[in-house]
Antibody
Framework: QVQLQESGPGLVRPSQTLSLTCNVS?????????WSWIRQTPGKGLEWIGY???????YYNPSLKSRIHMSVDTAKNQFSLKLTSMTAADSALYYC????????????WGQGTLVTVSS | NFVLTQPHSVSESPGKTVTISCTGN????????VQWYQQRPGSAPTTVIY?????PSGVPDRFSGSIDSSSNSASLTISGLQAEDEADYFC?????????FGGGTKLTVL
């Protein structure tokens, strides 16, 4: 059973870059799935950030595209998110999730990691 | 901007049936896959319906999904409500290649 686990700093200073990693266990990242990042805030609900495919191909949410970089490390079976120029509006619970290419549903999700932007 | 609109909250008694709607403001919700996620407090979302009407293994058949092309909407119906069904429910679909979520509906089982 595939499990995902996010890791990264809980606190980021304004204007800095957020770096998060999602470790994949119980299955290979070298498979026909999109590896996604999604965030959740009380005010804006769930927001899809983007995905990376095992070959490195990416697609990002157009509203965040200029600030995002995603990558995959097949040797470590993990994928990563970098989000630049962080502001308070980026404070959220960040999830990684696997999306089926064929059935288009997110499953499983990681437990989520809370990121707060504050000086 | 493609927006999926859900009721903010619904409530119903145990054993009854409740339906949650998800309406798209443009495009065709029929031609794009619609997923429904259940999120209990303190937990990550889990899928209860995918591709509009399909149920993942392990999800009770009390959960069902439907699509109404005339109103460009999808619905999640939960029958035989149980206390454990109390949760937030989110719909999700696509705008071109962008994944879009509805604002979520809080289901209270009275």
């Amino acid at each position: 059973q595939v499990q995902l686990q996010e890791s990264g700093p809980g606190l980021v200073r304004p204007s800095q870059t957020l770096s998060l990693t999602c470790n994949v266990s119980g299955g290979s990242i070298n498979s026909d799935y999109y590896w996604s990042w999604i965030r959740q805030t009380p005010g804006k609900g769930l927001e899809w950030i983007g995905y990376v495919y095992y070959n490195g191909n990416t697609y990002y949410n157009p509203s965040l595209k200029s600030r995002i970089h995603m990558s995959v490390d097949t040797a470590k079976n993990q994928f990563s998110l970098k989000l630049t120029s962080m502001t308070a509006a980026d404070s959220a619970l960040y999830y990684c999730a696997r999306e089926s290419v064929t059935n288009n549903w997110f499953d499983p999700w990681g437990q989520g990691t809370l990121v707060t932007v504050s000086s | 901007n493609f927006v999926l609109t859900q009721p903010h909250s619904v409530s119903e008694s145990p054993g009854k049936t409740v339906t949650i709607s998800c309406t798209g403001n443009s495009g065709s919700i029929v031609s794009n896959f619609v997923q429904w996620y259940q999120q209990r407090p303190g937990s990550a979302p889990t899928t209860v319906i995918y591709e509009g009407i399909q149920r993942p293994s392990g999800v009770p058949d009390r959960f069902s999904g439907s699509i109404d092309s005339s109103s460009n909407s999808a619905s999640l119906t939960i029958s035989g409500l149980q206390a454990e069904d109390e949760a937030d429910y989110f719909c999700q679909s696509y705008d071109d290649r962008n994944r879009v979520f509805g604002g979520g509906t809080k289901l209270t089982v009275l």
